[in-house]
Nanobody, 128 residues
Framework: QVQLVESGGGLVQAGGSLRLSCAAS??????????LGWFRQTPGKEREFVAA????????SFSDSVKGRFTISRDNAKKQVYLQMNNLKPEDTAVYSC???????????????????WGQGTQVTVSS
């Protein structure tokens, strides 16, 4: 069974930091390369790309709205991806979901349709 499980969300004041984690499980993650990405969504809005990292870690992508504030990293041995979010703003409030693009070794995709598996999401709330 393929699963992506996010953790680390919560309530933080503007200017604060949070670190999200996403753990991947399932046989496919043991036998395939895969890119990992983070997306976010608020009620009534479309899902928005946040950040992504290739299987090798050599390629990362960020949306303009988080560039310079968020970093993404991964630990392939643990099958985990991390999103370090600094200098958080109220507009960062959303449900953050991680996603896996199986078979992707070198790119860090930014489009939701490129991803095969999704987690349920974790709520991040930034108060002003």
């Amino acid at each position: 069974q393929v699963q992506l499980v996010e953790s680390g969300g919560g309530l933080v004041q503007a200017g604060g930091s949070l670190r999200l984690s996403c753990a991947a499980s399932g046989r496919i993650f043991s036998i395939s390369s895969y890119a990992l990405g983070w997306f976010r969504q608020t009620p009534g809005k479309e899902r928005e790309f946040v950040a992504a990292i290739s299987w090798t870690g050599g390629s990362t992508s960020f949306s303009d709205s988080v560039k310079g504030r968020f970093t993404i990293s991964r630990d392939n041995a643990k099958k985990q991806v991390y999103l370090q979010m600094n200098n958080l703003k109220p507009e960062d409030t959303a449900v953050y979901s991680c996603a896996a693009d199986v078979g992707q070794a070198f790119r860090s995709p930014t489009q939701a349709y490129e991803y095969d598996y999704w987690g349920q999401g974790t709520q991040v709330t930034v108060s002003s």
